[in-house]
């Protein structure tokens, strides 16, 4: 399920009433991703004040999640605006325009310490960054690869 706070699996009973409120088993939240998974954005690390608060975080408007056959979720961001980024010694402005990414479930369930240091940095897989780009018909930047675990 997505919703404007993140993105949740719940545990649906298969039998007797379902009530106000589910079981979360698996859930990935707004804070989450702003603060641990994306840091980075085409090669470049996200602008922050030193203290690691970032100056402008590409925000997640999760919009579709999906189970894939080998257990990762694909999730599309709608999110689309600027951040700002470190280029050599400067702050840089960089549009964002949304994307498409894979993500290990497995580090994000109730069981994994992930508000802590130690989240995998090999748990995410970018897809597709570009989505404007993709409704044009138009070749998608794509970028694969390890994402900092800040």
């Known amino acids: 399920m997505t919703t404007s706070t993140g993105v949740y699996e719940l545990q649906v009973p298969l039998t007797g009433t379902v009530g106000d409120t589910l ?22 690390d996200l602008a922050d004040d030193g203290n690691g608060n970032l100056l402008r975080p590409i925000l997640f408007k999760p919009r579709q999640a999906r189970y894939l056959p080998n257990g990762n979720v694909l999730i599309v961001n709608g999110y689309n605006g600027t951040t700002l980024v470190r280029s050599g010694n400067s702050v840089v402005e960089r549009e964002f325009p949304g994307e498409v990414f894979e993500l290990n479930a497995h580090y994000y369930t109730r069981e994994t310490t992930w508000a802590s240091a130690t989240l995998p940095s090999c748990g995410v897989r970018w897809i597709a960054q570009n989505l404007a780009a993709r409704r044009n018909c138009a070749s998608p930047a794509r970028q694969t690869g390890e994402v900092s675990k800040r």
Not at 25 to 43: A, F, H, V
């Open 23 to 44: 079981p979360v088993t698996w859930m990935l939240t707004n804070e989450m991703y702003t603060d641990q998974i994306r840091r980075r954005i085409g090669g470049n």
